[in-house]
């Protein structure tokens, strides 16, 4: 079960992350401005959010396996697509279908890892299914880049589509092979709690103060990431050094996730957040003022504090909710997070339009800074799930 969430993570964040890639590709080619270069990654992100809970809710009547098979190929066919639009409102369409699609990922993913690991080495199953799709980061927009390049965005994209619906059959085919091998347990959870209700959270305050430092942790991760790629080529970059960059920054990020996870057992939870925070925010403002070389040599380092932290956070999701409504409670999570991510770039895209991309990095570095007060508000909620 971990090797197949292991597998759909790094085709959808795969997905995702080849937007970084064609977003300075569709701007020169449909003249597009910076608000609306983030409306486009909203319309991903927001699609994304809005199916959130609801995945959540239908995998409890009707399980999680076939629902991921089902949004995977969604999510790939809207990237055929894609390749074939010929302006900036198709292309909008054809996103917010895929990101309805790769809602699916997330909630019911964690889930089934979460169920399968109920009694095992959970945080470290969830840690390596977030690790793969830190892989997907790292190889899937460096190919793309390197394919556009070549062939062109709109081949290079719906190459990867085709790519996606492959994968979508061969998940499909891992999901019912394991229907044989091992029960369905969201299913037996929705039939013996049929009558339940809520969103199974023990400590509400908790909860939400980890859905509010998420909140921020997301925007600016979506934030920075819609803007870097503009950044790197104001300093010289080609498409295919923005496809290199962002690998060098996935990469770094992958190895965030085992790194902020080995120090979330050390130094605790708290502790681990406030310094990959602190540290993506003195790492967006050391890049906006190097050169070239030295930011791609920055975003290694970076990617370590940006992406580890999230790591951190999924793996606390779990502590603050019982186990029969982990499904929703996920979806819950992810639902507010990601709107949060989703509606960040279309702001910043304002923002950008108004003082420049340099002033609107400086604006998202400061607003990470905001997750410190709110990790001393988490401390109570922390400590005993922690020690369990």
Known sequence: MLATACSIHFVHDGFSD????????????????????????????????????????????????????IGTAVTACGFVLAGAVGGFVSLLTVLLVAGLGSGVQHPLSSSLVSKAYETGPRRAALGTYNFSGDLGKVAVPATVAFA??????????????????????AILGMLVRLETGMPEPTVRSAETHATGSGWGIRDLRGFRTLTAIGMIDNATRTGFLTFLPFVLMAKGSSVAGVGTALALLFAGGAVGKFVCG???????????????????????????????????AILPLMGVALNGTSSVLYGTVADLVTTDRRSRAYGLYYTVTIATSALAPSVYGIVGDIVGVRATLVIVASVVLATLPLCLMLRASVAEPARV
Do not use: H, N
Request: aromatic content about 10%.
């Open 18 to 69: 080849i937007l970084y890639v064609l977003l300075p590709l569709w701007a020169a080619e449909f003249q597009l401005t910076f608000s609306q270069v983030g409306l486009i990654r909203t319309a991903y992100s927001g699609g994304m959010a809005a199916f959130q809970i609801p995945a959540g809710l239908l995998a409890e009547r009707w399980g999680e396996r076939r629902l991921l098979a």
């Open 148 to 169: 556009a390049t070549v062939i062109g965005w709109r081949w290079a994209s719906a190459a990867y589509g085709v790519i996606g619906v492959v994968a979508a059959l």
């Open 262 to 296: 080995l120090a979330a057992e050390r130094l605790g939870v708290i502790r681990t957040v406030v310094l990959t925070e602190a540290a993506t925010t003195l790492g967006i403002l050391g890049l906006i003022a190097a050169p070239l070389p030295v930011a791609l």
